[in-house]
């Protein structure tokens, strides 16, 4: 059964940082473009971060990143334990939000159709 599960989500205080996980389950995760978008309550799900899974290319992965969270926050993953990550470094006010992972295998449009159940991230003093 093909599955994304988030972990990690919690509650930080402004400059603080956290790490968010996804583990996937499935033999999809190395060849798809793992990524992390969020959602505050009424607004539209935007993309955070993504890793390509640098097997179809030789260049490697590459990552993209929403401007507001360039220079703070930082995707990787590893293949090896078939799970992604998100570490979310000088937190301000407005990263609060649910945060999905998302897997986008060959040949979907983005975004994948598998997500997560979502973490909540707060970040309050």
């Known amino acids: 059964q093909e599955q994304l599960v988030e972990s990690g989500g919690g509650l930080v205080q402004p400059g603080g940082s956290l790490r968010l996980s996804c583990v996937a389950s499935?033999?999809?995760?190395?060849?798809?473009?793992m990524a992390w978008y969020r959602q505050i309550s009424g607004k539209q799900r935007e993309l955070v971060a993504s890793i390509s899974s640098g097997a179809m290319t030789r260049s490697g992965e590459i990552t993209t990143y929403a401007d507001s969270v360039k220079g703070r926050f930082t995707i990787s993953r590893d293949n090896s334990k078939n799970t992604v990550y998100l570490q979310m470094n000088n937190l301000k006010h407005e990263d609060a939000a649910v945060y999905y992972c998302?897997?986008?295998?060959?040949?979907?449009?983005?975004?994948?159709?598998?997500w997560g159940q979502g973490t909540q991230v707060t970040v309050s003093s």
């Open positions: 499935g033999r999809f995760f190395g060849i798809s473009t």
């Open positions: 998302n897997a986008r295998q060959p040949l979907e449009v983005a975004p994948g159709r598998l």
